[in-house]
């Protein structure tokens, strides 16, 4: 067997382990809740993380000489090791610097020791953070391989179809909510809704990339309605907030990025920000802004990012989608600024699926329908829709010129991963 289809074997054998804990797709393609708890690692890395030392130090990786040596292993026919897969248990991605003299790019966040026991969503044993994936990293540049994109992201959508649907069932079975309960008649409208169909932009969508995206947007979902009880007590429900009928709703989680620092040469960036928000509008009307959502649902999107912080420590696939935002900005620098071409480095190889085989996950075509129920003013449904939208291109455009940043560039230069730096 040669070294191409050895790496290939053992992608698919890596990727019959990357099994997300709260989600999963059908043997039809569809997105179903396996449950709506948070990850049950957290509670334990954080009350172990007290004993840990965290020293704030960052993790430098070239990110030249961690292809190179990718690419040998895997044409050794052997299996990646964690440290080059998880990127040494780098959490965040705050630096991006050129080195055209040496010819490198080096990347720079802080690392912790991690728990990868779920190879889907490694956690790191201090903060609990999802890790940067390496794969994660091919599937961003490739989206820029000549393209770019507008949007990278998601959308589970509510057809007029469904919308029909789910409406005839309400009058079918709503005035019988207070006999048969409220759980009997969510179920059956759901069953009614049907599953909703998911459209990946941007990336491949047989990657753990496009899954991110659309689970995270599912659990969206599934806390406005109350699906997903709120991981913190300053933030509920769109669903709880409701005082009369009022017009269907879709919440999102877009980019949220503050402008980067770039140093005067344009040879060192800082990433700042959230990296995402949570945004709001109409379900049937596309140009609709934040302020023509009602009263509840604007206090809905309010409390998302008032509170960001406390439910993205819960709900880890949003903290795995900010990584994902910040991985995507990294790759339209590459592109955008030509780094790749400044440090001599070729992406040819990573660029090209036949060589490099990310692993694999199930596509997701559908997703099943989600509702709340609820009586107000005689109406008894709440329904949203929404999706993900990443606008890496608009994130690496907005710049602030700084000098300090360029300080950060200074750093060891052996082996693929160049050490930490205080």
């Known amino acids: 067997m040669n070294a191409l289809l050895l790496a290939a074997a053992f992608c698919a054998q890596y990727a019959a382990a990357y099994d997300p804990m709260g989600v ?26 007290k004993s840990r030392q965290k020293d704030g130090q960052l993790l430098y990786i070239s990110l030249p000489r961690l292809f190179a040596e990718a690419r040998r292993i895997i044409g050794e026919g052997k299996p990646l090791p964690d440290d080059i897969r998880y990127l040494g248990g ?28 779920v190879p889907y969503r490694p956690l790191g044993l201090v903060s609990g953070r999802p890790v940067l994936h390496l794969d994660d990293i091919v599937v961003a540049l490739r989206a820029f391989d000549g393209k770019k994109p507008d949007r990278i ?32 008649v969510v179920e059956q409208i759901c069953e009614a809704g049907g599953p909703q169909p998911v459209k990946v932009y941007g ?49 999102s989680l877009e980019s949220n990025m503050d402008a980067l620092r770039v140093s005067p040469d344009g ?57 994902l935002a910040d991985l995507a900005v ?43 129920y609820t009586s107000v003013g005689g109406r008894s449904i709440v329904f949203v829709t929404g999706g993900v939208w990443f606008k890496p291109v608009e994130s690496a455009a907005r710049r602030a010129s700084d000098e300090a940043v360029a300080r950060e560039a200074a750093r060891p230069a052996e082996g693929w991963s160049v050490g930490r730096k205080k």
């Open 203 to 251: 990336v491949d969508p047989d990657t753990r990339f496009a899954f991110v995206c659309v689970e995270a947007d599912y659990r969206l979902k599934q806390l406005a309605l109350g699906v997903y009880a709120s991981p913190t007590p300053k933030v509920t429900s769109y669903k709880s907030m409701l005082t009369a009928p009022e017009e269907s709703h879709r919440f």
């Open 330 to 372: 990294l790759a339209a620098l590459v592109h955008g600024d030509k780094l790749a071409e400044k440090a001599g480095w070729d992406l040819a190889w990573l660029l090209d699926a036949k060589a490099w085989a990310t692993v694999k996950m199930p596509a997701t075509k559908s997703a099943q329908t989600q509702c709340a």
């Open 90 to 117: 780098m959490t965040k991605l705050q630096y991006v610097f050129v080195y055209p003299d040496d010819k490198d790019v080096v990347i720079a966040g802080p690392a912790e020791p991690i728990d990868a026991k």
């Open 24 to 49: 999963h797709v059908d043997a039809d393609g569809v997105l179903r809740s396996r449950t709506t708890d948070a990850d049950p690692r957290l509670a334990e890395l954080w009350k172990n993380a």
């Open 267 to 323: 040879r060192a960036f800082e990433l700042r920000g959230s990296s995402l928000k949570v945004n709001g509008g109409l379900l049937d009307k596309p140009d609709s802004k934040p302020e023509d959502m009602s009263t509840a649902g604007k206090r809905f999107v309010a409390l998302c990012n008032e509170n960001w912080d406390a439910l993205a420590r819960h709900l880890v696939a949003w903290t795995d989608l900010a990584n």
């Open 153 to 184: 992201g998601c959308d589970i959508e509510i057809t007029k179809e469904i919308q029909e649907r789910i409406s005839n069932k309400i009058k079918a079975v709503g005035p019988t909510a207070q006999v048969v309960g409220f759980r009997k």
